[in-house]
């Protein structure tokens, strides 16, 4: 494996976000606990002026206008889509190569405790969620293949990946979130460091994965009836699904449930394992949760 030479630690890509924020502030301010004897580590605030303003972002999600032909294109000029632009310059200056890992810290208000969020398999980044679970087993790794082609900050690089923790509230904090997120950033860097200098650690047990199969949305109006209009939410989450992320859901388990009380089941043939359930960003996507497969792999 190559040498892994600068690393890029990036929070509040979504201003409200405050983990993030909050640990990579504290990184630029003590440099020396993320310093490492064989890479560089770049400590990075992502979207600048939402963050100032407590808003998740000011013309449109900046961690949706990192795709090559929104990157390209300088007729783009929301604040966002030029924020994009010069993250793209700081993780790649001038007459310099990309940096080789982006480490991208999200807090989410779905119950998602410490999660790694992939793009795809790469063999390196598996064996990194298989070390870091086994010294933490509280530590999930979700698979997002379609993730490549969204304009994620995450798909910049091959090695580039998401930190999601939660449940915590929109510009919140919350102390043990923020405690497990710092340790679980040092581990990362600590096997980053043995990669480079040929101790890598290994790991006997396989590792638990959750793979994307598809996003559903809320049950929605069909059309304006004087009272409800088009593509409002009917229903919300099953109080018996709330909070119950990387649990298995089961076909004919109450889902969603109208505002009348009656039960949505869920109609799918196999058990699936729900996660961002209810997050409350996403209500403006038309996303209610992701449904993943459980499998394990060994790496």
Do not use: W
Request: proline content about 5%.
């Amino acid at each position: 494996m190559s040498q892994i030479k600068r690393v890029a630690i990036v929070g509040g890509n979504h201003g409200n976000e405050l983990t993030g924020v909050h640990l990579v502030k504290k990184f630029q301010q003590y440099p020396n606990l993320i310093n490492k004897s064989s890479f560089e580590t770049l400590a990075l605030l992502g979207n600048i002026k939402a963050i100032q303003e407590g808003k998740r972002y000011i013309d449109k999600d900046l961690n949706r206008c990192f795709t090559n032909q929104s990157l390209q294109n300088p007729q783009l000029s929301s604040y966002e889509d030029t924020r994009a632009k010069a993250i793209q310059q700081i993780l790649q200056p001038q007459n310099q190569p990309f940096v080789d890992v982006i480490v991208d810290l999200h807090s989410t208000t779905a119950n998602m405790g410490l999660s790694l969020i992939f793009c795809d398999m790469h063999p390196l980044l598996l064996r990194l969620g298989a070390y870091l679970t086994s010294i933490n087993p509280m530590v999930k790794v979700f698979i997002n293949q379609q993730s490549k082609e969204g304009g994620f900050l995450r798909s910049l690089c091959e090695l580039g990946f998401v930190i999601e923790v939660g449940a915590v509230a929109q510009n919140i904090l919350n102390a043990e979130l923020f405690q497990q997120t710092e340790q679980l950033i040092y581990g990362i860097l600590d096997y980053f460091e043995g990669c480079n200098q040929g101790n890598i650690p290994q790991t006997d047990s396989p590792l638990t994965l959750y793979k994307y199969i598809e996003t559903i949305d809320y049950p929605r109006s069909d059309a304006y009836d004087g009272l409800h209009l088009r593509g409002e939410i009917q229903a919300m989450i099953h109080p018996q699904l709330q909070f119950r992320d990387y649990e298995p859901l089961n076909p004919g388990d109450p889902m969603f449930m109208t505002f009348e009380g009656k039960n949505i089941l869920y109609e799918g043939e196999s058990t699936v394992y729900p996660i961002f359930i209810n997050e409350a960003a996403y209500y403006e996507k038309g996303i209610a949760m992701y449904l993943s497969q459980k499998y394990q792999e060994v790496v």
